[in-house]
């Protein structure tokens, strides 16, 4: 171009160069991550297929994440070749019995708590028998086996729920022996790794018109944002109530 010459290339890189050496000099901007929050687990709930085995098993853990406050790295391992039922959820650590149920989530980099402690998921606060859009559900197990989608939110926000369907209505229905697998595995029965979820997060979120920056800390972000809504200041307070 007319106008442009060599002595012109010079100067370019050299504030190109300049500029660089800025940039290096400026403080660390943490990666910005979104939270999970209940409005984003509504809006999967409504776009995802729930009579899919993956679209089921993806809910459950979006929900699990929010309500445990944890980690993608809490829950999933890795990769499935990763997976070490001494080291990670099992099917095993999921208790579904009474009002009150619990998942065991054996490692956690949150400092300060202990390794190996239940996280109490209650059941959905409904009663029965229960009139939705999708008909009338006479008692927990009838929503358990329902792949509606036309559910209340107290039940579409539901660990207990997500996890009891999951399990009743998975590709494994009890057949590993001791429950050592991964609650929330594949048809395949190997366990979901923490970035296909992560990918699958980003897809659903966009699938809902949605364009967050989710990533591995956005459940217990999210988490943490429930509690402070609610005036709840501690994250032990928060998992106490299965929030």
Same mark, same amino acid.
């Given at each position: 171009?007319?106008?442009?010459?060599i002595?012109s290339?010079h100067?370019?890189r050299?504030?190109?160069?300049?500029?660089?050496?800025?940039d290096?000099?400026?403080?660390?901007?943490?990666?910005?991550?979104?939270?999970?929050?209940?409005?984003?687990?509504?809006?999967f709930a409504?776009?995802?297929?729930?009579?899919?085995? /993956?679209h089921?098993?993806?809910?459950?853990?979006a929900v699990t994440?929010?309500?445990?406050?944890?980690?993608?790295?809490?829950?999933?391992?890795?990769?499935p070749?990763d997976?070490d @039922?001494?080291?990670?959820?099992?099917i095993?650590?999921?208790?579904l !019995?009474?009002?009150?149920?619990?998942?065991?989530?054996?490692q956690?980099?949150t400092e300060?708590?202990?390794s190996? !402690?239940p996280k109490?998921?209650?059941? @959905?606060?409904?009663?029965?028998?229960?009139?939705?859009?999708a008909? /009338?559900f006479?008692?927990?197990?009838?929503?358990?086996?329902?792949?509606?989608?036309?559910? @209340?939110? !107290?039940?579409?926000l539901?660990p207990y729920?997500h996890?009891a369907r999951?399990l009743?209505?998975?590709?494994?229905?009890g057949g590993?022996p001791d429950?050592?697998?991964?609650p929330?595995?594949?048809v395949?029965?190997?366990?979901?790794?923490?970035?296909?979820?992560?990918?699958?997060?980003?897809?659903?979120?966009?699938?809902?018109?949605?364009?967050?920056h989710?990533?591995?800390?956005s459940?217990r972000?999210?988490?943490?944002?429930a509690?402070e809504?609610?005036?709840?200041?501690?994250v032990?307070?928060?998992q106490?109530?299965?929030?």
């Amino acid at each position: 171009h007319a106008g442009f010459d060599i002595a012109s290339v010079h100067s370019f890189r050299n504030l190109h160069a300049l500029v660089d050496g800025l940039d290096v000099l400026q403080p660390h901007r943490p990666r910005r991550r979104d939270p999970i929050l209940q409005q984003h687990l509504l809006a999967f709930a409504t776009q995802l297929n729930h009579s899919l085995h /993956t679209h089921r098993c993806f809910l459950a853990l979006a929900v699990t994440l929010f309500a445990t406050v944890s980690r993608f790295g809490d829950l999933l391992p890795p990769t499935p070749a990763d997976f070490d @039922p001494a080291a990670h959820v099992t099917i095993a650590d999921v208790q579904l !019995e009474g009002a009150c149920g619990f998942i065991t989530i054996k490692q956690t980099k949150t400092e300060n708590q202990c390794s190996w !402690e239940p996280k109490p998921i209650p059941r @959905p606060d409904v009663s029965f028998p229960l009139a939705t859009a999708a008909g /009338t559900f006479r008692c927990l197990d009838d929503l358990v086996t329902s792949t509606s989608k036309d559910l @209340p939110p !107290e039940v579409m926000l539901s660990p207990y729920f997500h996890l009891a369907r999951l399990l009743r209505l998975g590709p494994d229905r009890g057949g590993t022996p001791d429950g050592q697998i991964s609650p929330f595995h594949h048809v395949d029965l190997l366990s979901v790794r923490q970035t296909h979820f992560n990918d699958d997060l980003k897809t659903v979120a966009l699938a809902c018109g949605l364009q967050p920056h989710f990533s591995g800390h956005s459940g217990r972000i999210g988490g943490q944002s429930a509690a402070e809504a609610t005036g709840i200041a501690s994250v032990d307070a928060l998992q106490a109530m299965g929030l």
